[in-house]
């Protein structure tokens, strides 16, 4: 597979062909992610919860990124690797945000980084990008700002939170980023807010006009307990979970009746050599 690019984007978008974008958190979840095509593979903070177990992405630090982020990248040889800035590392300054974002890139081997939050970020954004690292926005709903947002909740659905969220948009845009991940907005406003920008959407819960789609990837493969809240916008494309749970029970079952290890799982050794083994 050739490596994607910034060009590649570029160019998809220009086609206007949809831009595909999954996350992975660890070895095995971005090989497969990198096999199946994906453009963009995003280490998302998602990861404090699909992978650490945490209540949300408030917690992750850092160093706990870093080392899922360079899992990650040896994994896609193909698609662009995104590592997501999680709280706390880049809201202080513009020269913080670019610290952090060169140890992603040294440390994190990821080739570009992403970052939430709209106009007030524009100048961060700008530092990181004048030190020609790639940033993708992220606007909208922002996880990271769940206290203050009032929990996860639409955005931008009256038509002065629509113009908040078109705001954002183009400040992202005018400050370098390359694309913007607009999240749980109504799909009319991601529309328009596509058809204004000259940079890709990537939408999650925000319809289906926006130049490209991301979804975490444990959510839309199914790898979880069921019983598990998904929001709207997530559609089940496999049952990972229960495909792990079979196979792991099969296993248990097979080993307390003897079946498994068979013959064919097993080395064998010679007669004579048994023989002289056990005199
Ligand atoms: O952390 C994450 O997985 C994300 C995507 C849902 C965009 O930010
Ligand atoms: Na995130």
Redo the contacts with the bound molecule.
Sequence with gaps: RKKVTLGTIRSLYKKGEPITMI?AHDFPSAHVADAAGMEIV?V????AMVALGMED?SEVLVEEMLLHCKSVARATKGAFTVG?LPMGSYEISPEQALETAIRFIKQGRVQGV?L?GGREMAPTIRKITSAGIPVLG?IGLT?QRQNALGGFRVQGKTSSGAMKVLDDALAVQEAGCFAV?V?AVPAEVASVLTKKLSIPT?G?GAGNGCSGQ???QVDMAGYFPPGRFLPKFVKKYGDVWGESLKAIETYRDEVKTRQYPAPEHTYPMSREEFQTFTE
């Design positions: 996350t995003l998302g903070d998602s990861l992405t997501d992403k939430e992220h996880p991940v999240e990537i999650i991301v979804l975490v």
